[in-house]
């Protein structure tokens, strides 16, 4: 167990201005990266009570979409090269995202190149859904990812 | 049998509903589907239950039979029959492996192993019931032994993989172990001697054309000279070993590798089954079930496989398991997949299509 926060001092940054989106030329059940975008961007940090929008762990670009092959990327920057806590920004990820598309639709959740010490084994993990699953029914990290997904509901 | 000459097609007979969350895994009942005795097959699932359903020898379609629930507390990750069918192991990320006894049509839970340290992802019985092994994140695989009045004894706790492991499956008809893991690698477990002294004999790896990604499931063929595994890394290899050297007890038959099919899954392969008839099923997260057979071209360095036929949209998600019935008449498929459902299907020569013979 680690005592303190693993990055005590993340740089916060403004939140940016949200721009009312319109039903416009997309079909019904269209997937608009923007609209993934809006639907994470306020996900709580596990260790600051900053969202990962604030924290610079996503932005607009963060989200890919491949509506023929039904593929949706999301790729993420954790705040510090040793982040303990990138899988747990994925899990969130994937839970908050979970019955938001077509069921067909594949989702793949990456650390930002060159962002993360261990980028090859935290991609791994972030993309067994086995493993995932696994995690979301362990009580200490689903409360954990449940702080983070409802929090920023108050 | 002879595949060229005929178009095939792998035809849904029915689509099973009733689990609550997605389908993990699945098990022919043996001896069951043939000689009047209907077809059972058991379903294990996230919803922490696992189904029983059986074929009704009036309509033909399969009913649920028994919902077995209320012992594990987490996701049923595999299930696996006894060799004589009387026993049915389920393995759950709740650490413990449940073994139910069907006591005329009621399942009960005879026993429970435990010992793993976490979820427990796969279980196996030995060709002749005698033992049976289990395997986790814990990285460890353990070999129990099966001894009268139910009861359950740990023979051995194998360490060696470095990360989770995946799935074990005994050697059809010897009792070696083959287990296969997230850190990439196929193991090959064999007893020394006759006292439980059990090791790794063998590890299958990326300097023997190994896999370099996780290693999800494997197979065997019907004689167990042929292995198939199935990987994340996108593809599907076929290991062979000198089956007289296995059976002569030389100790020294080891596997190699002899096919590696790529660039036929372009997303994680979860499941592969090797048909009693040489058929290879596949069980994919593009939602599609395919079939390979090997090739009638036999190359100078060993044998080739083919693509025989692939089955877009199967599920409506990815596909867990494919398993082929063991009954040789009505070459049946099952699948099980995250949409919560599993699906019969009949392979069969499409007679609309038969090519002329000329």
Known sequence: MTLGLINANPVVHAKKERVARNDDSHAEDAVDPLEIYDYVRDIRDPEHPYSLEQLSVLSEESITVDEKLGRILITFTPTIQHCSMATVIGLCLREKLKDCFPPHFKVDIKVAPGSHANEESVNKQLNDKERVAAALENPNLRQLVDECLYSSEL | MNFADEIFEL???????????????????????????????????????????????????????????????????????????????????????????????????????????????????????????????????????????????????????????????????????????????????????????????????????????TVWALSFNATGDKMVSCSDDLTIKIWGSDIMRMQSGDGNAPWKHLSTLSGYHDRTIFSVHWSRDGIIASGAADDAIRLFVESEDHLVDGPSYKLLLKKEKAHEMDVNAVQWSSMEVNRRLASASDDGTVKIWEFAASSAHKKLQL
Not at chain 2, 101 to 111: H, K, L, N, T, Y
Request: glycine share 8%.
């Open chain 2, 11 to 213: 035809r849904e007979l029915q689509r099973l509903e009733g689990h609550a969350d997605r389908v993990w895994g699945l098990a022919w009942k043996p001896a069951t589907g043939a000689d009047g005795v209907p077809a059972v097959l058991a379903s294990c699932s996230g919803d922490k239950t696992v189904r029983v359903w059986e074929q009704s020898p009036l309509t033909g379609s399969f009913q649920c039979k028994a919902v077995l629930e209320e012992t594990h507390n987490r996701t049923v990750r595999s299930c696996a029959w006894s060799p004589s069918g009387k026993l049915l192991a389920t393995a759950s990320f709740d650490a413990t492996t449940a073994i139910w006894e069907d006591i005329g049509g009621d399942f009960a839970c005879i026993s429970t192993l435990e010992g793993h340290e976490n979820e427990v992802k796969s279980v196996s019985w030995n060709a002749s019931g005698s033992l049976l092994a289990t395997c986790g994140r814990d990285k460890s695989v353990w070999i129990w032994e099966v001894l009268p009045h139910n009861e359950f004894d740990c023979v051995s706790v194998l360490q060696g993989h470095t990360q989770d492991v995946k799935m074990v499956q005994w050697h059809p008809t010897m009792d070696i172990l083959f287990s296969c893991s997230y850190d990439n690698t196929i193991k090959i477990w064999a007893e020394d001697g006759d006292n439980d002294d059990w090791h790794c004999v063998q590890t299958l790896n990326e300097s023997n054309s190994g896999h370099t990604s």
